[in-house]
């Protein structure tokens, strides 16, 4: 079993999420430059956070153009699992692989703090290992982060049990019906704003992120 | 050599793309702009500003028309604005 960890200009948490597949949960895990690619070679891959060319037009749309999108793509369609975090997310709404669109935080401000989420489904590739409805821990640091689908796509999203992760005690950056992260239909690709690899071991404050991981193992087993 | 390609003479337009937020999704930095600066400074009969991205494009083509489906096309196709949550304008703004 082997996860990619595709690094695009401006990414900046592929390796805590590097580190947090090798090392905690301990699985074979590659660093690959988006233009290096191959989804033959991997079982998962992960979009991690950060930036990527430097935000510029809208987070993520320039990247939804990277060769490295048309394997993801091949991916997704042999429902092998991807997960955005953060700028990933981003990634796959602008390359159409996830409803929606992340808006700019209403307050107008970058964020970058703890927030408390309720799982919504564990009824996907990386929260099946989690209670229905349990409360996790998992920091937030983002610009636009504002999810965001007009009436009737969020009807489908809560319909077809989407909704993966809603803030919980807070809504932070305006995201409508407090969103967090959602699945696609197939519910083998993921995208959340809060970063999981930063909530993965106790020494940085929890561990809660660590299950989404665990998922994604179990899910491929 | 093809006679008629002696006549085509391609022409650069100035277009204008204006992305949006649409009327559904709230615009945080144009509210913030009418309430915390216009109103505050006594521009009370500002009744709606709402903020947006211009890319100001230079097109070849051989009529305006062209310019404007060119540039239409290209937005759909790359993606330039999200159609969940942006309104898109093209506008023609001359030959340069």
Redesign the interface.
Same mark, same amino acid.
């Given at each position: 079993m082997k996860v990619a960890v595709i690094q695009f200009p401006g990414s900046n948490c592929d390796l805590d999420t590097l580190h947090v597949l090798r090392n905690v949960v301990r699985v074979q895990a590659d660093l690959i430059w988006h233009k290096d690619f191959k989804d033959s070679e991997y079982d998962a891959a992960i979009l991690p956070g950060g930036f990527s060319y430097g935000d510029h037009?809208?987070a993520g749309?320039i990247a939804?153009?990277s060769p490295a999108m048309v394997s993801i793509k091949e991916m997704v369609k042999q429902k092998k699992p991807v997960l955005g975090i953060c700028n990933g997310f981003q990634i796959l709404?602008?390359s159409?692989l996830l409803? !929606?669109?992340l808006?700019?935080?209403?307050?107008?401000k970058f964020l970058c703090k703890w927030t408390t989420l309720k799982v919504e489904t564990n009824n996907s590739a990386f929260t099946r290992l989690y209670e229905m409805g349990q409360t996790v821990r998992m920091p937030i640091a983002h610009n636009e982060g504002r999810y965001?689908?007009?009436?009737e796509?969020l009807k489908a999203l809560h319909r077809n049990d989407q909704v993966v992760f809603r803030y919980s005690g807070g809504n932070p950056n !305006?995201a409508i019906d407090d969103i967090a992260g959602i699945c696609n239909e197939d519910r083998n690709v993921v995208g959340l704003m809060p970063h999981p690899e930063r909530a993965s071991e106790s020494i940085l404050g929890s561990e809660d992120g660590r299950k989404m991981f665990e998922s994604m193992l179990s899910w491929l087993k | 050599m093809n006679p008629s390609k002696e006549f085509v003479v391609k022409i650069v337009y100035m277009v204008e793309i204006v992305i949006g937020n649409k009327p559904q999704a709230k615009d945080p930095e144009g509210e913030t702009i009418m309430k915390d600066l216009m109103h505050k400074s006594g521009y009370d009969c500002v009744k709606e500003v709402r903020t947006g991205k211009l890319l100001r494009v230079q097109i070849e083509a051989t009529t305006e028309e062209e310019a404007r489906q060119k540039v239409f096309a290209m937005c759909n196709d790359l993606r330039i604005f999200n159609p969940v949550a942006h309104s898109c304008k093209i506008e023609i703004r001359g030959k340069t």
């Amino acid at each position: 079993m082997k996860v990619a960890v595709i690094q695009f200009p401006g990414s900046n948490c592929d390796l805590d999420t590097l580190h947090v597949l090798r090392n905690v949960v301990r699985v074979q895990a590659d660093l690959i430059w988006h233009k290096d690619f191959k989804d033959s070679e991997y079982d998962a891959a992960i979009l991690p956070g950060g930036f990527s060319y430097g935000d510029h037009l809208r987070a993520g749309i320039i990247a939804a153009y990277s060769p490295a999108m048309v394997s993801i793509k091949e991916m997704v369609k042999q429902k092998k699992p991807v997960l955005g975090i953060c700028n990933g997310f981003q990634i796959l709404v602008e390359s159409s692989l996830l409803p !929606g669109a992340l808006l700019r935080n209403s307050g107008l401000k970058f964020l970058c703090k703890w927030t408390t989420l309720k799982v919504e489904t564990n009824n996907s590739a990386f929260t099946r290992l989690y209670e229905m409805g349990q409360t996790v821990r998992m920091p937030i640091a983002h610009n636009e982060g504002r999810y965001f689908v007009d009436e009737e796509m969020l009807k489908a999203l809560h319909r077809n049990d989407q909704v993966v992760f809603r803030y919980s005690g807070g809504n932070p950056n !305006g995201a409508i019906d407090d969103i967090a992260g959602i699945c696609n239909e197939d519910r083998n690709v993921v995208g959340l704003m809060p970063h999981p690899e930063r909530a993965s071991e106790s020494i940085l404050g929890s561990e809660d992120g660590r299950k989404m991981f665990e998922s994604m193992l179990s899910w491929l087993k | 050599m093809n006679p008629s390609k002696e006549f085509v003479v391609k022409i650069v337009y100035m277009v204008e793309i204006v992305i949006g937020n649409k009327p559904q999704a709230k615009d945080p930095e144009g509210e913030t702009i009418m309430k915390d600066l216009m109103h505050k400074s006594g521009y009370d009969c500002v009744k709606e500003v709402r903020t947006g991205k211009l890319l100001r494009v230079q097109i070849e083509a051989t009529t305006e028309e062209e310019a404007r489906q060119k540039v239409f096309a290209m937005c759909n196709d790359l993606r330039i604005f999200n159609p969940v949550a942006h309104s898109c304008k093209i506008e023609i703004r001359g030959k340069t």
